[in-house]
């Protein structure tokens, strides 16, 4: 699993922090509880982007990267199988 910005692809470090506002203020990185402010609960459904600015959904930002050769692995697997 990978965490990037699904508009600008930035990938988030650990000392980026962000803020529930408004909300209770709380500042926390926000990968570390899946958009769930620690402080109030809230659940953030949009996060902002701190190389962009843009706001885009929490979820959007989770990529799972299955590399190539697996993925053409799985395709050929479910052809042997009749699946399509």
Excluded at 35 to 62: I, M, V
């Amino acid at each position: 699993m990978q965490i990037y910005c699904p508009l600008c692809e930035y990938n988030p470090v650990p000392a980026d922090l962000w803020a529930c506002m408004p909300g209770c203020g709380t500042l926390w990185h926000t990968f570390d509880t899946h958009g769930r402010c620690p402080g109030c609960q809230k659940q953030w459904r949009e996060t902002n982007c701190p190389a962009c600015a843009r706001w885009s959904p929490h979820e959007d930002w989770y990529h799972d990267e299955t590399p190539l050769e697996e993925q053409e692995e799985g395709v050929a697997a479910e052809e042997l199988a009749g699946v399509s």
